[in-house]
């Protein structure tokens, strides 16, 4: 069975600060798709950004990019100039409908 | 814009009841889920609904049941709610295709506590 493991219960970073969530994944598949998902406090989860194994570029969504080292099965998230609104739950999310435990993220002003 | 709803965002049942959670989305989506969510868990799949009158088990179905008589609509049903089953349940859909290929939409979640 698939596994998805994120390793940081909760992080916290000043407003304006770069920061990197990580997940490590488990599959025997060769083609499969990753993605991070966002939860505000209070509010619907929302897609933030996917990522197809068999390309090798890195996706990009504006300030949030990914680290996507399929070799290693690593699939971290980059937040560029955090901004408050970015304070959520992150869950990182793999084939098989498997989603890691979640990172509380916490943007200071 | 896609829209999930669910039928209750807070929900207080007794030990041994009956529960009924229900989910509805408007954009004709085929796919329909859903999952637990848990502190230090993360989601965990319950069922899901790849058409009409179909469901597949997910990773956790003991004490669940699922009901999908129309496209836009999937019920989780608790047959005899238990304590254990205390937890944020939340429904999501998205488009046919491979397994996990598409963005999932979710609803707001129902908060069910069980006494």
């Known amino acids: 069975a698939q596994t998805v493991t994120q390793s940081q219960p909760e992080m916290s970073v000043q407003e304006a600060e770069t920061v990197t969530l990580s997940c490590t994944y488990d599959?025997?598949?060769?083609?499969?798709?990753l993605f991070w998902y966002k939860q505000p406090p209070s509010r619907q989860m929302i897609l933030v950004i996917r990522?197809?194994?068999?390309?090798?570029q890195n996706a990009t969504e504006n300030r949030f990019s990914v680290n996507f080292q399929k070799a290693a099965k690593s699939f971290s998230l980059k937040i560029s100039d955090s901004q408050l609104g970015d304070t959520a739950m992150y869950f990182c999310a793999g084939h098989k409908l498997v989603f890691g435990q979640g990172t509380r993220l916490t943007i200071n002003p | 814009d896609v829209k999930v709803t669910q039928s209750s965002r807070y929900l207080v049942k007794r030990t041994g009841e009956k529960v009924f959670l229900e989910c509805v989305q408007d954009?004709?989506?085929?796919?329909m889920f859903w999952y637990r969510q848990d502190p230090g868990l993360g989601l965990r799949l319950i069922y899901f609904?790849?058409?009409?009158?179909?469901?597949e088990k997910g990773d956790i179905p003991e004490g669940y049941s699922v009901s999908r008589e129309k496209k836009e609509r999937f019920s989780l049903i608790l047959e005899s709610a238990s304590t254990n089953q205390t937890s944020m349940y939340l429904c999501?859909?998205?488009?046919?295709?491979?397994?996990?290929?598409?963005?999932?939409?979710f609803g707001p979640g129902t908060r069910l506590t069980v006494t």
């Open positions: 609904s790849y058409d009409v009158k179909m469901k």
């Open positions: 990522q197809e194994a068999y390309k090798q």
């Open positions: 599959t025997s598949e060769n083609n499969y798709y």
């Open positions: 999501a859909s998205s488009f046919i295709g491979m397994e996990a290929s598409h963005e999932q939409y």
């Open positions: 954009m004709d989506h085929e796919n």
